[in-house]
């Protein structure tokens, strides 16, 4: 195998056969249809502009056969009259500017539907990307995610901005100008037709290689994206491992093989091109010996067979055209594959087809012997049966990997469980609306994640609409407007991207005052104060009565200050609960790990 196919595989073949298939039958072009379906109107338009186009710029060899047959004789002879070829000459002016602002408005009419198609996408993508279900998000990394609103969204932007303009015009062009070349000249028509079996068979050459060159180019870039932004969002642990050379290395391989699939469809472009210019020289050379000869003898005119030499050298353009044209789709079809499959990605936890009642929720939370899978085969969770009280504090405690966080996101319904249920007041998860749910259910985990903003407005996503009054009582109430009253602006500091000009105790401060804003019926307290430091773990410890007040609260915690404050304890083991009792019974034989 050459150094062309290295970094394909053969089941790559299949493959790019089956996304071809998709694009021209399934999902592809179900997708494609939906997105130019609100612009048929000008759609259509377009198709009207680019076949006045076309009917004008062709119309400029047989002028040029009437002006040499007919104006110039005519203007040298008895009458001595330029009138004909004055007309003309103005006639093929006119064709050449009717044609330029054809040209113009097709290219303006493409352009506003390409990139009202496009607007359309990237907010489908966003759109559907923001509903999808947790677990597609712990699969699918950040780096595809990129790649599909980058890379692959670039890749439709060429089809519909430079592709649909080249086939429609090179088809409409291919059509008339063999009609032109019948109308004059049957027999310089044949001989004309006569290159076209050479440059189909280099076309389908061009093709049939094409095919896996782009293929490996889409998968080379996409591998070159999810590596750089994998790389760029975990940069504290390459510094802190010493990934760099490692990670240097991966990029080099990566990028390496982002160039060979470059190289080998710029090569595949080097061979065609000329390949096909010289098939049309060809052409043009047989073309001018067989006219040339018929020219001597009487049977066609000069102009005739100027008119042929000029049609002939325009025959090849949009065969050359369609080949590129071939390369956009090629890459647009793979593109459209992976779009298509990321927009028919079904949310695995669905929102119910008829809400139930949510006005009168207290909190109390049961788990009807739930048993739950990651993977199908592999319980993290068996048969758990659990009722808590609306208004208690449980504490959940174990050793890592012990379920004690599959339960909380249960309780939040990121997961469904693959048996049983969860119940909030009795009603069943899976029946709440999820704008319901979220107002009733709020988890505060380690991470602390801030959007870029400022520190007002991080706390206000706990209740939208709240006042700023609303969102200081509430960093007061958390023990946290001291700290944000000493910044240079107090609640109006920008916390920056993921709240990087605070300290991870300042974040999570934020983060529980955010959740004291939403006021839910439940809150689930996930490692909540496990990255802060002493004095902060104070503050919080101070404010966490006030927190907890009046609500149902699940704390998964390793410190025994945060359990210590809850009506039960529960020591999950494998996935099962072992041990359940308040904290003075529980911890005392219980080391927390």
């Not at 890379?151 to 519909?160: C, H, I, K, P, Q």
């Not at 065609?272 to 066609?300: F, K, Q």
């Not at 200081?472 to 993921?498: N, S």
Request: a negative charge; aromatic letters at 8%.
């Amino acid at each position: 195998m050459s150094d062309d196919w290295r970094g394909v595989a053969p089941e790559d073949i299949d493959e790019v056969t089956s996304t071809l298939g998709a694009f021209l039958r399934g999902r592809s072009k179900r997708l494609l249809f939906s997105l130019l379906k609100p612009h048929k109107r000008q759609l259509w338009e377009s198709v009207g502009v680019i076949t006045m186009y076309s009917l004008c710029s062709l119309a400029g060899p047989y002028l040029v056969k009437r002006a040499i047959d007919d104006g110039i004789p005519r203007m040298l002879g008895p009458s001595k009259s330029p009138t004909f070829l004055f007309v003309t000459v103005v006639l093929f002016v006119l064709c050449a500017v009717i044609a330029a602002v054809s040209d113009y408005s097709f290219n303006l009419l493409t352009g506003k539907i390409g990139q009202k198609v496009l607007l359309e996408l990237r907010r489908r993508l966003f759109d559907h990307f923001q509903r999808l279900s947790i677990s597609f998000h712990e699969r699918y990394t950040s780096g595809r995610v990129i790649s599909r609103l980058t890379s692959d969204v670039d890749a439709l932007a060429e089809l519909l901005n430079y592709g649909l303009t080249t086939l429609s015009w090179s088809v409409l062009y291919l059509i008339g100008i063999t009609g032109f070349m019948f109308l004059i000249d049957v027999p310089l028509a044949l001989v004309s037709m006569c290159s076209l079996p050479f440059i189909i068979g280099l076309t389908w050459w061009f093709r049939s290689r094409s095919a896996l060159a782009y293929r490996a180019t889409r998968e080379g870039v996409t591998g070159v994206i999810v590596q750089f932004v994998e790389t760029v969002g975990g940069m504290r642990a390459v510094a802190a491992f010493r990934r760099e050379p490692r990670n240097d290395a991966i990029f080099a391989e990566l990028d390496d093989k982002y160039r060979r699939a470059n190289q080998w469809s710029m090569r595949l472009g080097a061979i065609y091109g000329p390949g096909s210019r010289v098939v049309g020289n060809c052409a043009a050379a047989g073309l001018l010996l067989v006219g040339g000869w018929r020219a001597l003898s009487g049977d066609i005119t000069v102009g005739t067979l100027a008119a042929f030499l000029l049609y002939i050298k325009q025959l090849f353009e949009p065969v050359q055209e369609l080949s590129q044209f071939y390369s956009i789709f090629q890459s647009a079809a793979a593109a459209l594959e992976k779009l298509s499959g990321v927009l028919e990605e079904p949310p695995t936890v669905l929102e119910p087809l008829v809400p139930a009642d949510a006005s009168n929720l207290h909190g109390g939370v049961c788990f009807d012997h739930v048993t739950f899978e990651y993977r199908s085969g592999r319980p993290v969770l068996h048969d758990i049966d659990l009722s808590i009280d609306a208004g208690s504090t449980v504490a959940l405690v174990g050793r890592t990997g012990a379920g004690k966080s599959t339960i909380a996101r249960l309780l939040s319904r990121f997961y469904d469980p693959t048996d049983g249920a969860v119940l909030l007041d009795g009603i069943d998860l899976r029946d709440l609306a999820d704008d319901d749910l979220r107002r009733a259910v709020v988890a505060v985990t380690q991470e602390s994640f801030l959007f870029e903003g400022t520190i007002a407005w991080n706390i206000g996503l706990g209740r939208p609409g709240a006042s700023r009054d609303d969102i200081e009582a509430a960093a007061r109430a958390i023990g946290a407007h001291d700290f944000i009253c000493a910044l240079p602006e107090g609640y109006d500091t920008d916390v920056a991207k993921r709240g990087g000009r605070l300290s991870s105790g300042q974040k999570q401060l934020v983060s529980f005052a955010r959740a004291f804003l939403a006021d839910p019926k439940v809150l689930i307290l996930d490692e909540a104060t496990s990255s802060l430091d002493l004095p902060t773990e104070r503050l919080v410890q101070a404010a966490l009565d006030t927190l907890l007040a009046d609500r149902t609260a699940v704390i998964i915690a390793h410190r025994l200050s945060t359990v210590e404050i809850a009506d039960r304890v529960l020591q999950i083991d494998d996935g099962r609960i072992v041990n359940d009792g308040p904290p003075d019974a529980v911890l005392p034989n219980l080391r927390i790990a």
